[in-house]
């Protein structure tokens, strides 16, 4: 199942990026720690073209460190770009940031050349608790579902720091069916674009392959040590809603019900700290987004050449 969602208020972020992006001398990303390379947006790399880099993992507090670690090194390894880790609601790492931009442009400071930042990100990524963290007010809306934030607008933070907050925004098109599945089960996708069953039990395959321990300590399904692991996904899902008391009549387990309840175990961080996928892993998935991605064009594009051969008409 590929997860699509661009509502129509994406289109004109991206526009906004477009327009504005000529006078930016840093993009500020702000990635969800739990998928860091799921929620890059690729889009977004093709906007800002060269401009300097800063990627922030947010919510560094509910990932795997060891894995947070993995992602810092391999977005520090690449070109014009730095990453750091915080926790949005924490005021003294997010202040780091302001330096981590000057470090990208530093002939940018002062009143005559005012250091001028877009920062952006995919929905629910928590951009603008870190933009009220970094202001110390309220100038964002905040919530915990995809979307909140609308409009671009201008915020100064010091007298030569000025900050473009831009609505989240995903891309027309998941090439990588795996960030699909992990964008829906974090929420930065909205809920009618996908089915939540399919997504939960997306989310136990690879729970059971990296944190079996942790589902067995949150669920408590009284099974032999090491049989969580090796269970089908249906039968865990359901194990979990017959466990959880989400039951329909006849004896029948509510799986729409216990599909929300996983997910939110997630998205919480009731379930521990995790981190859904490794900079390896997200690379092999992406590789193999492209080659059947290419392999789609080049039947459309055959497709499309036997419909111009077929409708052609033969000249006397």
Known sequence: MAIQWFPGHMHLTKKAITERIKDIDVVIEVLDARLPGS???PLL???TGHKPTLKVLNKQDVADPDRTALWLGWYNAQSATRAVALDASDPAPARKLIDACHLLA?????????MRVLICGVPNVGKSTLINTLTNKRQAKTGDEAGITKLEQRITLADDFYLWDTPGMLWPRIVVVESGYNLAASGAIGRNAYDEELVALELLRRLQT???PLLEARYKLGLPGGTVASMHDEDLLEAIGRKRGAMLGGGRVNLQKTAEIVMTDFRTAILGRITLETPTEFEAWRAAGALADAEREAKKQ???NRKKKGSGTREP
């Open 210 to 212: 990296h944190y079996a």
């Open 106 to 114: 530093p002939n940018r400071g002062g009143m005559a050349k005012p």
């Open 302 to 304: 055959a497709r499309e």
């Open 45 to 47: 790399a093709e906007l």
């Open 39 to 41: 929620s890059a947006n």
